[in-house]
């Protein structure tokens, strides 16, 4: 792995991937010592891999290692340093890794999902921003069941405004054929992209919940739906390629019912109202005494 030779380099790393994507690579034998001393050979390779992935000049040894390292807690996070590496190819390799191995919702934080949607959706890269809307569209999207509001629930839209509203374009944008449809839908199969449109434009349910009223919480409306359907206006109101019976088809049809949004507002104003009534009687109480 420190061979002065770039080709020495590279083959010593793909090498090293049979120690943890072999067949044989989890099977323990019946000597302790033996599984032991197999333990630390991996974890010294691991620490060689990660190495090469992050200083190695050749940015081919650089995208070898990030095929070979296994995905766990401790190598996710030098993954994502990857998408911000200074070499375009290096920072695809990244991003394919992430789309074909690394689970969003087990093995990522919702911080570590926003910074590599920030660093990955950029206008600077054409080849970046397809590789990302490709993980985001076939791959984290494909995870969720094509459910954007779900997506957005992992995310943090009330903290990160900005880069879950590019995310959500993204989105919307690989569903109507303006943009991003080939980087990002073409890793699924046509049922796929079918159901991916679908679940894009499906209608949000906004109604009221006995059940969720009793105990104090209200789901019909969360940020992430409310986000959702504010997003989804805006781009389909200012969308070039739609015409405007198109445009108000998919409007009626996403939308929720107006009896039921006043529903929602009059129970979030009841709510607010309360809390400051509260909230005014706690600051008198804290007076007199």
């Known amino acids: 792995l420190t061979d002065k030779a770039q080709a020495v380099r590279c083959a010593a790393i793909r090498a090293c991937s049979a120690f943890y994507f072999a067949a044989s690579a989890d099977s323990p034998s019946g000597n ?3 599984n032991e001393s197999l333990l630390e050979t991996r974890e010294a390779i691991l620490d060689g891999l990660l190495g090469r992935m992050a200083h190695d000049p050749s940015l081919a040894n650089r995208c070898a290692a990030i095929q070979s390292v296994p995905i766990t807690e401790d190598t996710v996070p030098y993954l994502l340093e990857r998408v911000g590496d200074v070499k375009e190819k290096v920072r695809v390799a990244a991003l394919e890794v992430l789309r074909n191995r ?3 919702i087990e093995d990522m934080t919702e911080e570590q999902r926003v910074d590599v949607l920030r660093f990955g959706l950029t206008s600077r890269c054409t080849s970046t921003h397809n590789a990302t809307a490709s993980m985001l569209c076939g791959g984290w999207m494909k995870t969720l069941k094509f459910d ?6 992992l995310l943090d839209p009330i903290n990160d405004e900005s880069v879950c509203e590019t995310a959500m374009r993204a989105v919307i944008g690989a569903a109507t ?9 073409s890793h699924l199969s046509s049922p796929e992209v079918r159901a991916y449109r679908e679940s894009v434009f499906d209608t949000i349910k906004v109604e009221r919940d006995d059940d969720s009223e009793a105990d104090g919480r209200d ?3 969360d940020p992430a739906t409310a986000f959702y359907l504010r997003i989804v ?4 109101k200012d969308s070039t390629t739609m015409s405007a019976s198109e445009k108000n088809e998919v409007l009626s049809n996403l939308l929720p019912d107006v009896p039921a949004l006043c529903s929602v507002v009059q129970k979030h104003l009841g709510r607010l109202v309360g809390s400051i009534r509260t909230q005014s009687a706690n600051d008198d109480d804290d007076d007199d005494d």
Do not use: F, Q, W
Request: proline share 4%; charged share 35%.
């Open 219 to 221: 789901e019909s409306l």
């Open 32 to 34: 302790e010592d033996e």
């Open 233 to 236: 206006c805006e781009y389909t």
């Open 177 to 185: 054929n303006d943009d991003n449809l080939a980087a990002g839908l």
């Open 102 to 104: 690394v689970d969003v």
């Open 148 to 153: 954007p509001i779900e997506l957005l629930r």
